[in-house]
């Protein structure tokens, strides 16, 4: 078993602003992509699985397979478990998992997925390699990665920019890959896969409630999570800087023309038969 990566943090933690935005989550607005490929007797391992409502919707799509979703968190594989009770779902289970040497034997799954983990870890192609490993001949492997570079706003903001520039430093300095959704079909091939599908796709935050929900949960994200907390401890930012990115977010939010794009990458691998 390969040894496990440590050299990377979760940039975001689980504070109830990340987690604000991790309910929202579904495998239609996550994971469309992968969608077309599922049957219901497949198993399936869902990688960073956080508070459970892909995974759970994987399961409701699989009645006569199974879903393991694992995570790094054990605290938050409880609210993971919850979400699956409240669903009445019993093809589920939760465990706590280092994507860069899982806990299974080879060919274990038919299909592996990632949503937003890749961009977090400390090798992205050893985690590739492990997902291929753990996946049937003819499987698939599906992950999808944000892209911090490529997302957009309007109007422009000063404030705003300070914000991207910022987390993209605080994620590297953290170990991870902020422009993770670009690099996706790299990695891929690094990892030894042959057969994959790149696409892309897009979240919009537009009307007057997505633009609340979305710059709220950035302003508090800012000043209150994990990722505050690395911002100043690593002598990223001060906390006015903090205040005023966070500030920056509520204007925005406030502005009637406001828009804002999330870009994704998305990879679909099969592995060789």
Not at 46 to 59: E, F, K, Q, V
Not at 73 to 88: M, P
Not at 191 to 201: K, L
Not at 241 to 251: C, G
């Amino acid at each position: 078993m390969p040894k496990a990566q440590e050299t990377a943090v979760y940039t975001h933690g689980h504070h109830e602003s990340v987690l604000r935005s991790h309910t929202w989550r579904t495998a239609a607005n996550s994971a469309a992509y992968l969608l077309g490929s599922l049957k219901p007797h497949m198993r399936i391992l869902d990688i960073g699985c956080g508070p459970g409502t892909i995974t759970a919707d994987l399961a409701a799509l699989v009645p006569d397979g199974h879903v393991t979703g694992v995570d790094r968190a054990e605290d938050v594989l409880e609210q993971a478990r919850a979400t699956a009770a409240d669903r009445g779902l019993t093809n589920v289970d939760f465990a706590v998992a280092d994507v860069h040497a899982l806990d299974h034997p080879d060919d274990s799954f038919c299909v592996v997925h990632a949503h937003q983990v890749l961009q977090h870890v400390g090798d992205p192609v050893q985690a590739l390699r492990e997902m291929r490993r753990v996946t049937k001949p003819g499987g698939y492997v599906a992950v999808r990665d944000s892209d911090y570079s490529a997302m957009i706003w309007y109007p422009a903001s000063p404030g705003m920019d300070d914000w991207q520039d910022l987390y993209r430093r605080v994620a590297r300095a953290n170990g991870g890959e902020p422009d993770a959704g670009r690099r996706l079909k790299s990695w891929a091939l690094a990892a030894g896969f042959t057969d994959i599908t790149a696409t892309s796709a897009t979240w919009t935050f537009s009307s007057p409630q997505e633009r609340a929900w979305w710059s709220g949960l950035w302003a508090d994200r800012t000043l209150a999570s994990a990722y505050a907390e690395r911002a100043t401890g690593g002598g990223h930012a001060t906390p006015e800087q903090l205040r005023a990115v966070s500030q920056a977010w509520r204007d925005w939010g406030r502005q009637e023309d406001g828009w804002f794009a999330v870009l994704h990458g998305e990879i679909l691998c099969r592995k060789d038969t």
